[in-house]
């Protein structure tokens, strides 16, 4: 991992995911929220990281099978290329009836130091993946393995997970409201601009808190804009004498 993308990760720890889709949206992406994802333990705490795609489609019953596990293309050889710090992102196609992961595999995550997982799909073992400590996002629970509704096809391909189109390192930024995406190329500006974002609210958020009204304060005029800019910049020092 660069200086500069731990730097954009640091930031973008302290930014909520409802922040981070308003700064997006005025950037024009409106598809960033990866529908069905959710904390799968509460009280998880926001993970930010590069994407690490990883893609099923539907079953087809000659290759979704047990031995499908063994083969140089499995959910268990994608696990040994992923980075530390990376979030795994598991493209399901919304399939709720068969766990893509278990507790085996999320545990040798945990170990090889992965962020999280976020997929659109379901896992298995759930009292175990817990255990493993591993944050997950995911649309719920089921008893039966992957190859019972899907079949694994590749990993680190641009994904569709929960109807998001999402590329290898592209930023993913996870907490208590889902998971969101951010462009790679973007992820530095959006950084900043959600930094920026954050101190606003916080200010207009005291604001409310003593008593002000919202129109003209969330989102400021021009007056509102100038207290906050001014709040910002330390006092001006006044000219000396002559100059």
Do not use: H
């Amino acid at each position: 991992m660069t200086e500069k993308l731990a730097e954009t990760i640091a930031v973008l720890e302290k930014v909520t995911t409802a922040t981070l889709t308003t700064v997006l949206l005025k950037k024009g992406l409106r598809n960033v929220w990866v529908r069905g994802a959710f904390p799968l333990r509460d009280g998880a705490r926001r993970v930010v990281g590069p994407a690490f795609t990883l893609r099923f489609v539907p079953a087809r019953e000659d290759l979704a099978t047990p031995e499908s596990w063994s083969s140089p293309i499995s959910t268990r050889a994608a696990i040994e290329a992923m980075d530390p710090g990376c979030i795994a992102v598991v493209a399901a196609d919304g399939c709720a009836d068969a766990g893509v992961f278990g507790d085996i595999l999320c545990q040798r995550m945990a170990y090889r130091k992965v962020a999280a997982m976020v997929t659109d799909g379901v896992v298995r073992d759930l009292e175990g993946v817990l255990e493993t400590g591993l944050p997950v996002w995911a649309s719920g629970t089921a008893a039966p393995p992957s190859v019972a509704g899907l079949t694994f096809v590749n990993w680190n391909e641009p994904v569709g997970c929960g109807g998001v189109a999402i590329f290898p390192d592209d930023l993913i930024v996870a907490d208590r409201d889902g998971a969101v995406v951010i462009p790679a190329k973007l992820a530095e500006e959006v950084a900043t601009l959600c930094a920026e974002q954050e101190r606003l609210e916080a200010w207009i958020m005291e604001e409310v808190r003593n008593g002000a009204s919202l129109p003209g304060l969330y989102p400021p005029n021009a007056e509102n804009r100038a207290r906050f800019e001014a709040t910002r910049k330390p006092d001006a020092s006044p000219p000396s004498p002559g100059i």
